[in-house]
């Protein structure tokens, strides 16, 4: 039996959004899910135990950082992710390749893999399919992804297409370093802003039967139109039986459309990176919590919200917080901008499985878009 398994358990009758369970060695999720980050083994600014609290059902660590800081060895040695991190939930482990190519200096792309320069201390590492499932595997997670290739969507179709074989190739390679049969392991579609490469991606990952399925290279800085195109013309291809993954989303307007569209899950950095910048996403938008207009406002950031943060402390309080450069401020809002989404997409489900999925996508973007 496969170690992740979905079971859908509402189809909605007016669009693709679907509610369904993922069955995990560490518990089951309910889908449609946010997934909150935690890049280095940390949430920022979250601790475990307040990330349950939250409703956090699964969280997602990064192979590449933690490749580098402090090991995969180290992990390991601690229990893997469960262990070092205290958290019993349910993990996934992405496969470096996206901040290999996004962040990493000097780099040399081959079939063998991508050799770059550390962006830590700059010493030459070397990342592959068989390394990255290799680190993976020594984390722990519950879902590890394929190491694959994002391009950017200035990507012209010639270096697209052969990207997108090289990450077949390179799902090959995972497949075969895969040891762990507790483990699953997600193959990703690519194929930039193409629709003819999408097929055929989408065709050949799923014909290797991997446990579920993800759209990567979407959300890359193209224009919302175009995201929708890809969004809407990849997820259909995707199986119904299996997990789908959109990644890197976290607005709330793209995750409304990646729901509509029939993704089961999603994650970003976003929440909590924009909480260090002092922004709060509340029902009426987001907020830039250094105007100068909640100075003596004393009501609560959002009052449609029960998070501690909403239900304890006043907008001008926060403000306060954030002006003077104090660290609970990225707390406040962190913890807040998390349970916003968690809870955003807990009412999407609920909003499936009355068949009113629509309706609630038109009411709470309506509001917040305003």
């Known amino acids: 039996m496969p170690a992740v398994t979905y079971e859908l358990v509402h189809q909605s009758k007016d669009c693709g959004a679907r509610a369904g369970i993922l069955h995990t060695p560490h518990g089951d999720i309910l889908t449609p899910v946010f997934m909150p980050v935690g890049t280095q083994a940390t949430v920022k600014a979250m601790s475990t135990p307040e990330l349950k609290e939250m409703g956090a059902q699964i969280i997602l660590a990064n192979t590449y950082h933690l490749f580098l800081r402090p090991g995969p060895e180290i992990v390991k040695k601690a229990g893997g992710l469960h262990g070092f991190m205290n958290w019993d939930r349910p993990m996934l482990t992405d496969s470096g390749g996206y901040q290999v190519f996004s962040f990493a200096d000097r780099k040399s792309i081959t079939e063998d893999g991508v050799t770059f320069q550390s962006h830590l ?59 762990r049969d507790d483990r699953a392991l997600f193959g990703i579609v690519q194929g930039g802003f193409e629709e003819d490469l999408r097929r055929l991606s989408a065709k050949e ?3 290797r039967d991997c446990d579920g399925f993800a759209i990567g290279g979407i959300s890359v800085g193209e224009p919302h139109e175009e995201f929708l195109r890809i969004l809407n013309y ?23 459309d990646s729901v509509e569209a029939g993704i089961d899950m999603c994650d970003c950095v976003l929440p909590t990176r924009v909480a260090r910048n002092g922004q709060a996403l509340t029902h009426d938008g987001k907020r830039n919590m250094r105007n100068a207009k909640f100075k003596e406002d004393f009501s609560a950031l959002d009052s449609d919200c029960d998070c501690p943060t909403c239900t304890q402390y006043s907008r001008a309080y926060l403000r306060h917080l954030v002006t003077a450069g104090e660290i609970l401020a990225s707390r406040l809002l962190s913890y807040h901008n998390l349970y916003f989404l968690i809870h955003m997409m807990q009412e999407m489900r609920e909003a499936i499985l009355a068949d009113a999925f629509l309706d609630f996508k ?5 509001r917040y878009l305003a």
């Open 121 to 179: 201390d700059g010493s030459p590492r070397f990342l592959s399919p068989e390394v990255s499932i290799g680190v993976q595997e020594a984390l722990g997670a519950d879902i590890m992804m394929a190491f694959d290739e994002c391009v950017p969507f200035e990507a012209d179709y010639n270096y697209t297409e052969n990207s997108m074989h090289r990450t077949l190739r390179w799902l090959d390679r995972c497949i075969e370093a895969k040891t």
């Open 205 to 207: 990952t799923i014909a």
């Open 234 to 256: 990849t997820t259909p291809l995707l199986p119904a039986d299996k997990p789908r993954y959109n990644m890197g989303i976290g607005t709330p307007d793209y995750l409304f």
């Open 362 to 366: 038109k009411k709470f973007l309506g």
